[in-house]
């Protein structure tokens, strides 16, 4: 307990000590304006989302529009490193190809001349969508502004205009902090208003906080008199997200439903730690207050989407397939001289459906159904036993650019490792990292062994340990980068996370995409995800493989295992 708070005050004084506006990028002035003479291909990836060349962060304002899927992102037009930032503006028939528009909005105003910062799009019926942002103005105060097409009959909404009248929208009051206010939500509309939260940090116990604002004409806001949701010692809460899920089956909902077979997710993006978190609960419409379920845990220790290199995520309902998708920033894990050097940094994950889970505790996430259309060259193979100490490669596929889905089974639970009543208190990549993918356990570790080289000098494991707790067994799901770069000096983590699975069938499955530096994968049918960026210096191309291992005394069995090479998308070509 001291040694988190210890790292809350210097991650905090970290924060305050850079320029004054609370917001953990890194700044380097001297490459901000660095034009990319040339862009590396190394490690760009071959059908996730990311623009020909520069920096990305956040996904905005995603949405579906009259046939049109948009997506609006963070992104310096003149440089590999955060700065400069617009939202830069792609357009899709189905998520996967994507063509390259102007930004949409850029710095050019009294109210954000210095910062066009993350936020949301809503679509207002007969009125098109309208964008709410964050922008900073001269004082360097963060207010929430918003845009509007110009041309409503444009159907890729090229153009749009931020009018001097009505913005800001929203000024930060007396009792906000105006250095940390930003990342306005979807606006959804009940009992005859539309609200908004907006992130922020209180100063008493580094509360993190979303302030509802309310509006029946969508022009005038006023802030509720209390947030929708805080929670103490949790720092600034970024990009939060506010949605209704089913409680039972996997369709979307719009994001203005309620009522009783309804339950809300609520998700922040936690500045001081780089990850999120989030709960699911009960929205009380009476008192405009979340109140999260009593069995799911509100802060630092919270479910998450995605365990690893994934921040800033932003989700949408999309009405032509009746569901609701998920977006996220895969981060960059090299050093920014890297990046200066490669020409650019950062992707976006693959979007990913979303659902609650029949047990009602959490979301599940699947990669969304039209990437299988990039499917190419399958391999296909079953029902194969691989024993302690084996690697089974699969062969006949394009190991750097591929999509793999395995299910494992085994006959017995009876070696499971003993789960250390100690590990309940830490985090699970922390579990990980002590007991790796090359110590010999009981059941497990088993799993793939992405981007690796042919004599294994470097891979990244992507694997399933069981243990045996008190009442239960535990399932830990890794992606452990520590050995996925020879001789580099890199933040490779082992991420990790506890997968909610009923072991009764003596299954588990994995899927896991696979694209250069980026492994993204899906456990137990989406339960826990973990994506990592990782940089071989041997795997790669067509020097890179996939393996099937097994480092467990117990065998295992490939009950079945399919993987595709992947195609490339048309990724950002201009319009």
């Known amino acids: 307990m001291i040694a988190s708070k210890l790292i809350f005050v210097l991650a905090f004084l970290f924060v305050l000590s850079k320029n004054g506006i609370e917001g953990s990028h890194q700044i ?35 949405m579906y529009y009259n046939g049109v899927y948009h997506l609006f992102y963070q992104y310096n037009p003149k440089g590999a490193v955060w700065g400069n930032i617009v939202w830069a503006h792609s357009v899709s028939k189905d998520l996967i190809n994507w063509k390259a528009l102007e930004p949409a909005i850029s710095p050019s105003k009294r109210f954000d001349e210095k910062g066009c910062w ?16 964050t922008g900073i103005d001269p004082k360097e105060r963060q207010v929430q502004d918003y845009a509007i097409p110009k041309n409503l009959s444009d159907p890729y909404l090229i153009e749009w205009e931020k009018p001097d009248e009505g913005n800001p929208f929203i000024d930060p009051d007396k009792d906000v902090n105006a250095s940390a206010f930003r990342d306005p939500t979807t606006a959804w509309f009940v009992d005859g208003e539309w609200k908004i939260l907006i992130g922020s940090r209180m100063l008493k116990q580094q509360t993190g906080v979303a302030f509802l604002y309310k509006s029946k004409d969508f022009k005038k806001w006023t802030k509720a008199k209390e947030p929708l949701h805080s929670v103490e010692n949790t720092g600034m809460w970024e990009c939060p997200d506010f949605f209704p899920v089913e409680k039972s089956g996997q369709n979307g909902l719009d994001t203005s439903v309620v009522g009783e077979n309804v339950k809300h997710v609520f998700k922040v993006s936690l500045d ?17 207050k979340y109140i999260p379920d009593k069995d799911s845990v509100d802060g630092w220790g919270g479910l998450r989407f995605d365990y690893g290199n994934f921040y800033a995520s932003k989700t949408f309902f999309d009405p032509s397939k009746n569901r609701r998708i998920l977006w996220g920033w895969a981060n960059e894990s090299d050093h920014v001289h890297d990046d200066k050097k490669k020409g650019w940094a950062g992707v976006q994950s693959i979007p990913r459906k979303l659902w609650l889970d029949p ?58 490792e003993k789960f250390d009543p100690k590990w309940a208190n830490i ?21 793939l062994l992405t981007l690796a080289s042919e004599k294994l000098e470097e891979f990244t494991p992507v694997f ?95 009950e079945k295992l399919s993987a595709w090479s992947m195609s490339k998308p048309a990724m950002n070509l201009p319009l």
């Open 359 to 416: 047990s009602g505790k959490q979301i599940v996430q699947w990669p969304v159904e039209e990437l299988e259309k990039l499917r190419g060259q399958n391999v296909q193979f079953g029902n194969q036993e691989v024993k302690k100490g084996e690697h089974v490669e699969v062969k006949g596929i394009t190991a750097a650019q591929a999509d793999v889905e395995v299910t494992f089974t085994f006959s017995s639970l009876d070696k499971a």
């Open 464 to 558: 399933f340990r069981v243990f045996k707790a008190e009442n239960k067994h535990k399932v830990l799901l890794c992606s452990d980068a520590r050995s996925s770069s020879k001789g580099k000096k890199l933040y490779m983590p082992s991420f990790a996370g506890f997968v909610d699975v009923d072991l009764a069938d003596k299954k588990l499955s994995l899927r896991s995409l696979i694209d250069h530096s980026v492994v993204e994968s899906f456990g137990a049918g989406g339960k826990t995800v973990i994506t990592s960026r990782v940089y071989p210096t041997i795997a790669i191309d067509n020097k890179a493989h996939l393996f099937v291992f097994n480092n467990g005394t117990q065998s295992i069995i490939v």
């Open 272 to 288: 001081l730690t780089r990850y999120e978190y989030y709960t699911v609960g009960t929205y009380d419409t009476q008192k405009d």
């Open 118 to 133: 993350s936020g949301s799009a809503t679509i207002l019926k007969d009125k098109g969508p309208i964008i709410l942002y």
């Open 28 to 62: 380097y002035p001297e490459f901000q304006n660095l034009l990319a003479a040339t862009v590396s291909e190394t490690h760009r990836t071959g059908y996730h989302f990311q623009p020909p060349k520069n920096w990305i962060n956040d996904p905005n304002g995603p």
């Open 427 to 447: 985090p699970a990549q922390d579990v990980c990292a002590q007991k790796g993918s090359k110590e010999e356990g009981g059941l497990g570790p088993f799993g």
